[in-house]
Protein backbone atom coordinates (compact mmCIF):
# COMPACT_ATOMS: atom_id res chain seq x y z
CA UNK A 1 0.00 0.00 0.00
CA UNK A 2 2.77 2.38 0.50
CA UNK A 3 4.50 1.99 -2.30
CA UNK A 4 0.53 2.89 -4.21
CA UNK A 5 0.54 5.91 -2.54
CA UNK A 6 3.97 6.89 -3.48
CA UNK A 7 3.22 6.46 -6.66
CA UNK A 8 0.18 8.20 -6.96
CA UNK A 9 1.70 11.66 -5.50
CA UNK A 10 4.48 11.16 -7.78
CA UNK A 11 1.98 10.83 -10.60
CA UNK A 12 0.37 13.69 -9.14
CA UNK A 13 3.45 15.61 -9.27
CA UNK A 14 4.38 14.43 -12.71
CA UNK A 15 1.15 15.47 -13.93
CA UNK A 16 1.74 19.14 -12.35
CA UNK A 17 5.29 19.56 -13.45
CA UNK A 18 4.68 18.35 -17.06
CA UNK A 19 7.76 16.71 -19.06
CA UNK A 20 9.99 15.35 -16.49
CA UNK A 21 12.19 12.40 -16.96
CA UNK A 22 11.23 9.67 -14.38
CA UNK A 23 13.33 6.98 -14.23
CA UNK A 24 15.17 8.29 -12.22
CA UNK A 25 12.75 8.99 -9.13
CA UNK A 26 11.23 5.08 -10.49
CA UNK A 27 14.34 2.89 -10.44
CA UNK A 28 15.70 2.68 -6.81
CA UNK A 29 11.66 2.28 -5.51
CA UNK A 30 10.43 -0.23 -8.41
CA UNK A 31 13.45 -1.30 -10.41
CA UNK A 32 12.44 -4.74 -10.11
CA UNK A 33 10.12 -4.12 -12.46
CA UNK A 34 12.56 -3.49 -15.00
CA UNK A 35 14.96 -5.42 -16.26
CA UNK A 36 17.47 -2.44 -17.51
CA UNK A 37 20.07 -5.20 -19.15
CA UNK A 38 17.40 -5.66 -21.39
CA UNK A 39 17.30 -1.95 -22.46
CA UNK A 40 19.21 -1.48 -25.64
CA UNK A 41 18.95 -1.28 -29.34
CA UNK A 42 20.04 -4.43 -30.18
CA UNK A 43 21.95 -4.67 -33.53
CA UNK A 44 21.75 -1.00 -33.79
CA UNK A 45 25.95 -0.97 -33.93
CA UNK A 46 26.02 -3.49 -36.57
CA UNK A 47 23.34 -1.40 -38.79
CA UNK A 48 24.44 0.96 -41.46
CA UNK A 49 21.64 2.93 -41.33
CA UNK A 50 21.76 3.40 -37.90
CA UNK A 51 25.39 4.60 -37.80
CA UNK A 52 24.11 7.18 -40.59
CA UNK A 53 20.60 8.41 -38.55
CA UNK A 54 22.96 8.95 -35.22
CA UNK A 55 25.77 10.62 -37.21
CA UNK A 56 22.45 13.23 -38.43
CA UNK A 57 21.39 13.04 -34.83
CA UNK A 58 25.00 14.02 -33.69
CA UNK A 59 25.48 16.65 -35.97
CA UNK A 60 22.22 18.82 -34.92
CA UNK A 61 23.13 18.15 -31.14
CA UNK A 62 25.97 19.88 -31.97
CA UNK A 63 24.16 22.61 -33.72
CA UNK A 64 24.62 21.82 -37.21
CA UNK A 65 21.56 23.11 -39.04
CA UNK A 66 20.24 20.07 -40.80
CA UNK A 67 16.72 18.48 -41.13
CA UNK A 68 15.91 15.01 -39.73
CA UNK A 69 12.67 12.98 -39.40
CA UNK A 70 11.39 9.92 -37.66
CA UNK A 71 8.48 8.28 -38.21
CA UNK A 72 6.62 6.25 -35.25
CA UNK A 73 3.73 4.09 -36.07
CA UNK A 74 1.39 1.59 -34.22
CA UNK A 75 -2.36 1.58 -32.60
CA UNK A 76 -4.09 2.99 -29.69
CA UNK A 77 -0.47 3.81 -27.71
CA UNK A 78 0.57 5.58 -30.48
CA UNK A 79 -2.68 7.59 -31.50
CA UNK A 80 -2.68 8.62 -27.86
CA UNK A 81 0.80 10.54 -28.81
CA UNK A 82 1.39 10.12 -25.11
CA UNK A 83 5.16 8.56 -24.80
CA UNK A 84 5.84 9.29 -28.68
CA UNK A 85 5.00 12.83 -27.96
CA UNK A 86 7.08 12.91 -25.06
CA UNK A 87 10.19 11.44 -27.04
CA UNK A 88 9.24 14.52 -29.86
CA UNK A 89 9.52 16.98 -26.90
CA UNK A 90 12.65 15.52 -25.51
CA UNK A 91 14.16 15.90 -29.14
CA UNK A 92 13.15 19.28 -30.42
CA UNK A 93 13.85 20.69 -26.67
CA UNK A 94 17.61 19.64 -27.26
CA UNK A 95 18.89 23.03 -27.96
CA UNK A 96 18.32 26.10 -30.23
CA UNK A 97 18.51 24.28 -33.37
CA UNK A 98 16.46 21.40 -32.75
CA UNK A 99 12.58 22.07 -33.27
CA UNK A 100 11.34 21.01 -36.58
CA UNK A 101 8.12 21.42 -37.79
CA UNK A 102 4.95 19.89 -36.36
CA UNK A 103 4.51 18.25 -39.60
CA UNK A 104 1.58 15.54 -40.34
CA UNK A 105 -1.05 15.58 -37.99
CA UNK A 106 -4.76 14.11 -38.52
CA UNK A 107 -7.80 15.59 -36.77
CA UNK A 108 -9.28 12.83 -35.31
CA UNK A 109 -12.05 14.70 -33.09
CA UNK A 110 -14.06 15.01 -36.44
CA UNK A 111 -13.62 10.94 -36.97
CA UNK A 112 -15.25 10.94 -33.44
CA UNK A 113 -12.29 9.31 -32.01
CA UNK A 114 -9.58 10.55 -29.09
CA UNK A 115 -7.46 13.00 -30.45
CA UNK A 116 -3.79 13.99 -28.66
CA UNK A 117 -3.93 16.55 -26.64
CA UNK A 118 -0.84 19.02 -28.48
CA UNK A 119 -2.83 20.49 -31.07
CA UNK A 120 -6.60 21.33 -31.73
CA UNK A 121 -8.53 20.96 -34.73
CA UNK A 122 -12.44 21.15 -34.20
CA UNK A 123 -15.35 22.11 -36.50
CA UNK A 124 -19.04 20.52 -35.81
CA UNK A 125 -18.64 16.90 -34.83
CA UNK A 126 -22.01 15.71 -35.96
CA UNK A 127 -21.24 16.75 -39.41
CA UNK A 128 -18.41 14.29 -39.76
CA UNK A 129 -18.43 11.12 -40.09
CA UNK A 130 -14.81 8.57 -39.14
CA UNK A 131 -13.88 5.80 -40.61
CA UNK A 132 -10.39 3.61 -39.50
CA UNK A 133 -8.75 0.90 -41.33
CA UNK A 134 -9.00 -1.08 -38.50
CA UNK A 135 -12.51 -1.35 -38.35
CA UNK A 136 -13.60 -4.11 -40.46
CA UNK A 137 -17.10 -2.71 -41.29
CA UNK A 138 -15.21 0.38 -42.69
CA UNK A 139 -14.60 1.00 -46.47
CA UNK A 140 -13.50 4.13 -47.83
CA UNK A 141 -10.29 5.62 -48.81
CA UNK A 142 -7.10 5.83 -46.57
CA UNK A 143 -3.60 7.87 -46.80
CA UNK A 144 -1.26 7.71 -44.60
CA UNK A 145 -3.18 8.35 -41.04
CA UNK A 146 -5.27 5.36 -41.53
CA UNK A 147 -7.89 7.40 -40.63
CA UNK A 148 -10.48 9.32 -42.80
CA UNK A 149 -13.24 12.32 -41.61
CA UNK A 150 -16.06 12.12 -44.17
CA UNK A 151 -17.74 15.52 -44.25
CA UNK A 152 -21.10 15.26 -46.77
CA UNK A 153 -22.89 18.49 -45.42
CA UNK A 154 -23.19 22.07 -46.76
CA UNK A 155 -20.59 24.01 -45.05
CA UNK A 156 -18.62 24.22 -42.07
CA UNK A 157 -16.11 26.20 -40.04
CA UNK A 158 -12.67 24.21 -39.62
CA UNK A 159 -10.43 25.79 -36.38
CA UNK A 160 -7.08 24.53 -36.73
CA UNK A 161 -4.71 25.22 -33.55
CA UNK A 162 -1.01 23.68 -33.80
CA UNK A 163 -0.31 24.20 -30.11
CA UNK A 164 -2.87 22.84 -27.66
CA UNK A 165 -0.95 21.44 -24.59
CA UNK A 166 2.12 20.86 -25.81
CA UNK A 167 5.45 21.46 -23.55
CA UNK A 168 7.79 22.29 -26.63
CA UNK A 169 10.03 25.63 -25.34
CA UNK A 170 8.85 27.26 -28.12
CA UNK A 171 5.08 26.69 -30.08
CA UNK A 172 4.86 25.49 -33.33
CA UNK A 173 4.67 27.68 -36.10
CA UNK A 174 3.47 27.63 -40.00
CA UNK A 175 3.98 29.77 -43.00
CA UNK A 176 2.66 26.44 -45.47
CA UNK A 177 -0.43 24.61 -44.83
CA UNK A 178 -1.64 21.21 -46.51
CA UNK A 179 -4.90 19.52 -46.25
CA UNK A 180 -5.14 16.33 -48.02
CA UNK A 181 -8.05 14.71 -49.15
CA UNK A 182 -10.04 13.08 -51.80
CA UNK A 183 -9.08 15.25 -54.60
CA UNK A 184 -10.38 13.40 -57.73
CA UNK A 185 -13.82 14.74 -56.77
CA UNK A 186 -14.48 19.11 -56.85
CA UNK A 187 -17.38 18.97 -54.41
CA UNK A 188 -16.44 21.72 -51.68
CA UNK A 189 -14.23 24.83 -51.53
CA UNK A 190 -11.54 25.36 -48.69
CA UNK A 191 -11.03 28.50 -47.86
CA UNK A 192 -8.86 30.24 -45.46
CA UNK A 193 -10.97 32.64 -43.81
CA UNK A 194 -8.37 35.43 -43.17
CA UNK A 195 -7.74 36.45 -47.34
CA UNK A 196 -4.52 38.51 -46.23
CA UNK A 197 -2.83 35.23 -44.69
CA UNK A 198 -2.74 33.75 -48.27
CA UNK A 199 0.11 34.32 -50.66
CA UNK A 200 -0.68 31.52 -53.16
CA UNK A 201 -3.07 27.86 -53.22
CA UNK A 202 -1.58 24.96 -55.21
CA UNK A 203 -3.32 21.63 -55.72
CA UNK A 204 -1.55 18.37 -56.13
CA UNK A 205 -3.67 15.74 -57.76
CA UNK A 206 -1.55 13.01 -57.56
CA UNK A 207 -0.62 13.34 -54.04
CA UNK A 208 -4.10 14.34 -52.56
CA UNK A 209 -3.64 17.78 -51.46
CA UNK A 210 -3.92 21.43 -51.69
CA UNK A 211 -1.07 23.63 -50.01
CA UNK A 212 -1.50 26.99 -48.58
CA UNK A 213 1.42 29.36 -49.00
CA UNK A 214 0.97 31.95 -46.12
CA UNK A 215 2.63 35.72 -45.86
CA UNK A 216 3.45 34.76 -42.67
CA UNK A 217 3.85 32.07 -40.16
CA UNK A 218 0.90 31.57 -37.35
CA UNK A 219 0.26 29.31 -35.10
CA UNK A 220 -3.88 28.78 -35.82
CA UNK A 221 -6.46 29.89 -38.67
CA UNK A 222 -9.60 29.42 -39.56
CA UNK A 223 -10.89 27.55 -42.74
CA UNK A 224 -14.22 27.21 -44.37
CA UNK A 225 -15.21 24.42 -46.34
CA UNK A 226 -18.79 24.84 -48.50
CA UNK A 227 -20.51 22.82 -51.45
CA UNK A 228 -19.56 24.42 -54.27
CA UNK A 229 -23.15 23.68 -56.00
CA UNK A 230 -26.25 23.07 -54.17
CA UNK A 231 -27.21 20.57 -56.56
CA UNK A 232 -24.31 18.11 -56.66
CA UNK A 233 -25.88 14.29 -56.14
CA UNK A 234 -24.07 12.81 -52.89
CA UNK A 235 -21.66 15.30 -52.50
CA UNK A 236 -18.34 14.20 -50.66
CA UNK A 237 -15.10 15.47 -48.79
CA UNK A 238 -12.66 13.08 -47.32
CA UNK A 239 -10.16 14.53 -44.36
CA UNK A 240 -7.11 12.02 -44.55
CA UNK A 241 -4.30 14.48 -42.92
CA UNK A 242 -3.73 18.18 -42.26
CA UNK A 243 0.48 19.13 -42.37
CA UNK A 244 1.42 22.13 -40.60
CA UNK A 245 4.74 23.02 -42.36
CA UNK A 246 7.96 25.64 -42.44
CA UNK A 247 11.42 25.84 -43.26
CA UNK A 248 13.14 25.29 -40.31
CA UNK A 249 15.85 23.06 -39.78
CA UNK A 250 15.46 20.18 -37.12
CA UNK A 251 14.09 17.15 -35.75
CA UNK A 252 10.83 16.51 -37.10
CA UNK A 253 8.58 13.69 -34.96
CA UNK A 254 5.46 12.05 -37.15
CA UNK A 255 3.41 9.53 -35.40
CA UNK A 256 0.77 8.14 -36.88
CA UNK A 257 -2.08 5.54 -34.86
CA UNK A 258 -5.11 4.18 -35.23
CA UNK A 259 -7.34 2.34 -32.48
CA UNK A 260 -6.77 -1.40 -32.34
CA UNK A 261 -4.67 -0.92 -36.09
CA UNK A 262 -2.78 -4.22 -36.93
CA UNK A 263 -0.56 -4.82 -40.25
CA UNK A 264 -3.70 -6.02 -41.72
CA UNK A 265 -4.95 -2.44 -41.08
CA UNK A 266 -2.46 -0.77 -42.31
CA UNK A 267 -2.78 -2.73 -45.50
CA UNK A 268 -5.67 -1.16 -46.17
CA UNK A 269 -4.38 2.20 -46.75
CA UNK A 270 -4.66 2.27 -50.76
CA UNK A 271 -2.64 5.21 -50.59
CA UNK A 272 -0.45 4.70 -47.64
CA UNK A 273 3.12 3.86 -49.29
CA UNK A 274 2.11 6.79 -52.10
CA UNK A 275 2.16 9.53 -49.64
CA UNK A 276 4.84 8.22 -47.48
CA UNK A 277 7.13 9.12 -50.43
CA UNK A 278 6.99 12.86 -49.74
CA UNK A 279 8.79 12.49 -46.96
CA UNK A 280 11.67 9.72 -46.79
CA UNK A 281 12.24 9.57 -43.30
CA UNK A 282 15.91 9.26 -41.28
CA UNK A 283 13.67 6.84 -38.29
CA UNK A 284 10.97 4.67 -39.23
CA UNK A 285 9.62 2.97 -35.42
CA UNK A 286 7.36 0.38 -35.93
CA UNK A 287 4.82 -0.25 -32.76
CA UNK A 288 2.51 -2.33 -34.70
CA UNK A 289 1.54 -5.53 -33.43
CA UNK A 290 -0.07 -5.57 -30.23
CA UNK A 291 -3.69 -6.01 -32.17
CA UNK A 292 -2.00 -8.91 -34.65
CA UNK A 293 -1.71 -11.04 -31.68
CA UNK A 294 -5.21 -9.90 -29.75
CA UNK A 295 -6.52 -13.86 -30.23
CA UNK A 296 -6.20 -16.96 -28.61
CA UNK A 297 -3.15 -19.11 -29.77
CA UNK A 298 -4.90 -21.38 -31.75
CA UNK A 299 -6.01 -18.17 -34.46
CA UNK A 300 -2.73 -16.45 -34.53
CA UNK A 301 -1.54 -16.95 -37.54
CA UNK A 302 2.03 -16.81 -37.42
CA UNK A 303 3.28 -16.93 -41.16
CA UNK A 304 0.98 -14.43 -42.19
CA UNK A 305 2.35 -11.76 -38.87
CA UNK A 306 5.57 -12.76 -40.49
CA UNK A 307 4.51 -11.95 -44.04
CA UNK A 308 3.09 -8.80 -42.88
CA UNK A 309 5.91 -7.61 -40.85
CA UNK A 310 8.35 -8.33 -44.09
CA UNK A 311 5.95 -6.47 -46.32
CA UNK A 312 5.63 -3.63 -44.16
CA UNK A 313 9.94 -3.28 -44.02
CA UNK A 314 10.48 -3.84 -47.64
CA UNK A 315 7.87 -0.69 -48.18
CA UNK A 316 9.57 1.38 -46.01
CA UNK A 317 12.81 0.62 -47.34
CA UNK A 318 11.89 1.33 -51.11
CA UNK A 319 10.40 4.86 -50.09
CA UNK A 320 14.10 5.64 -48.41
CA UNK A 321 16.51 2.80 -49.05
CA UNK A 322 19.05 3.80 -46.28
CA UNK A 323 16.16 4.85 -43.58
CA UNK A 324 17.07 3.21 -40.28
CA UNK A 325 14.41 0.83 -38.88
CA UNK A 326 13.38 0.44 -35.03
CA UNK A 327 11.43 -2.82 -34.95
CA UNK A 328 9.78 -2.65 -30.92
CA UNK A 329 8.29 -5.90 -29.39
CA UNK A 330 4.64 -5.65 -28.15
CA UNK A 331 4.31 -5.26 -24.32
CA UNK A 332 3.44 -7.94 -22.33
CA UNK A 333 -0.65 -8.03 -22.42
CA UNK A 334 -3.56 -10.01 -21.31
CA UNK A 335 -6.18 -11.29 -23.45
CA UNK A 336 -9.80 -10.22 -22.61
CA UNK A 337 -8.37 -9.39 -18.96
CA UNK A 338 -7.83 -13.16 -17.99
CA UNK A 339 -5.57 -15.07 -19.86
CA UNK A 340 -1.13 -13.74 -20.20
CA UNK A 341 -1.40 -13.77 -23.89
CA UNK A 342 1.14 -16.47 -24.96
CA UNK A 343 1.02 -14.94 -28.33
CA UNK A 344 3.78 -12.01 -27.83
CA UNK A 345 6.57 -14.39 -26.97
CA UNK A 346 6.04 -15.54 -30.37
CA UNK A 347 5.89 -11.90 -31.88
CA UNK A 348 9.55 -11.35 -30.31
CA UNK A 349 10.87 -14.42 -31.91
CA UNK A 350 9.81 -13.43 -35.18
CA UNK A 351 11.16 -9.98 -34.74
CA UNK A 352 13.95 -10.40 -33.56
CA UNK A 353 14.84 -12.37 -36.64
CA UNK A 354 13.69 -9.90 -39.53
CA UNK A 355 15.61 -7.12 -37.47
CA UNK A 356 18.88 -9.49 -38.31
CA UNK A 357 17.66 -10.35 -42.02
CA UNK A 358 17.54 -6.64 -43.02
CA UNK A 359 20.40 -5.21 -40.80
CA UNK A 360 17.83 -3.50 -38.48
CA UNK A 361 16.89 -2.58 -34.69
CA UNK A 362 14.92 -4.19 -31.94
CA UNK A 363 13.85 -2.28 -29.01
CA UNK A 364 12.45 -5.65 -26.81
CA UNK A 365 9.66 -3.89 -24.37
CA UNK A 366 8.48 -7.08 -23.69
CA UNK A 367 11.48 -8.75 -21.96
CA UNK A 368 12.24 -5.66 -20.76
CA UNK A 369 8.99 -5.59 -18.87
CA UNK A 370 9.70 -9.01 -17.45
CA UNK A 371 7.99 -11.50 -20.14
CA UNK A 372 4.89 -13.42 -19.77
CA UNK A 373 2.69 -12.21 -17.12
CA UNK A 374 4.76 -8.73 -16.34
CA UNK A 375 1.88 -6.47 -17.29
CA UNK A 376 -0.42 -7.33 -13.83
CA UNK A 377 2.89 -6.49 -12.02
CA UNK A 378 2.80 -3.31 -13.95
CA UNK A 379 -0.67 -2.97 -13.71
CA UNK A 380 -0.45 -3.82 -9.89
CA UNK A 381 2.02 -0.42 -9.71
CA UNK A 382 -0.39 1.82 -11.39
CA UNK A 383 1.25 1.85 -14.76
CA UNK A 384 -1.07 0.20 -16.94
CA UNK A 385 -4.75 0.21 -16.83
CA UNK A 386 -7.20 -2.76 -16.17
CA UNK A 387 -7.24 -4.01 -19.59
CA UNK A 388 -3.79 -5.14 -19.03
CA UNK A 389 -3.03 -3.73 -22.91
CA UNK A 390 -3.13 -0.16 -21.98
CA UNK A 391 -0.20 2.12 -19.92
CA UNK A 392 -1.39 4.54 -17.60
CA UNK A 393 -0.10 8.18 -17.67
CA UNK A 394 3.01 7.54 -16.15
CA UNK A 395 3.77 4.24 -17.51
CA UNK A 396 3.55 5.92 -21.08
CA UNK A 397 6.01 8.65 -19.68
CA UNK A 398 8.30 5.43 -18.28
CA UNK A 399 7.71 3.62 -21.46
CA UNK A 400 9.48 7.03 -23.60
CA UNK A 401 12.15 7.44 -20.56
CA UNK A 402 12.70 3.62 -21.29
CA UNK A 403 13.28 3.83 -25.42
CA UNK A 404 15.07 7.77 -24.75
CA UNK A 405 17.49 5.54 -22.84
CA UNK A 406 18.08 3.20 -24.99
CA UNK A 407 18.25 5.39 -28.04
CA UNK A 408 21.21 7.64 -26.39
CA UNK A 409 22.84 4.58 -25.28
CA UNK A 410 23.34 3.05 -28.66
CA UNK A 411 24.17 7.26 -29.94
CA UNK A 412 26.90 7.43 -27.67
CA UNK A 413 27.78 4.04 -28.71
CA UNK A 414 28.23 5.01 -32.21
CA UNK A 415 29.69 8.11 -31.88
CA UNK A 416 32.14 7.79 -29.05
CA UNK A 417 29.97 10.12 -26.48
CA UNK A 418 29.66 9.79 -22.78
CA UNK A 419 25.89 8.41 -22.35
CA UNK A 420 25.65 10.52 -19.04
CA UNK A 421 26.65 13.08 -20.58
CA UNK A 422 24.04 12.89 -23.26
CA UNK A 423 21.25 11.54 -20.96
CA UNK A 424 21.59 14.41 -18.67
CA UNK A 425 21.41 17.11 -22.14
CA UNK A 426 17.54 15.62 -22.15
CA UNK A 427 16.76 15.88 -18.09
CA UNK A 428 18.02 19.24 -18.15
CA UNK A 429 15.73 20.60 -21.22
CA UNK A 430 12.57 20.98 -18.96
CA UNK A 431 14.12 22.13 -16.46
Known amino acids: MRYYVILILFFI???????????????????NLIKMDSNKLIGADKSPSFNNFFS?????????????HIFHIGGSHI???IYSNKLR?????MNAVSMGQRGFVFPFQLAHTNNPTNYSIKASKDKWKGYRNSVLKDSIAWGLAGVTAAFRDCADTIYIHANYKNNTKENYTFDKL??????WKEDYKLTILDSNLVVSETLNDQMMYREFQLSRAVESLKMSIQIKDSTIVNPEFLMMGIEFMNNNPGIEYTSIGVNGASFGSYNRSAFFEKQLLLYKPDLFIISVGTNDAYKPQSEFKEDEYRMNYEAFIQMIQRVNPNCAILLTVPNDNYYKKKYPNKNTAVQEQIILQLAEKYHMATWNLYEIMGGLGSSYKWYRNKLMRSDRIHFTYLGYSLKADLLLNALVNSWANCTNRNPETLLNQFKMVNE
Not at 56 to 68: F, Q
Not at 178 to 183: C, K, L, S, V
Open 13 to 31: GFKTLGQEYVLDNFIPKFG
Open 56 to 68: KLDSIYIGKKEKL
Open 79 to 81: QAD
Open 89 to 93: TYFQN
Open 178 to 183: RIFYNT
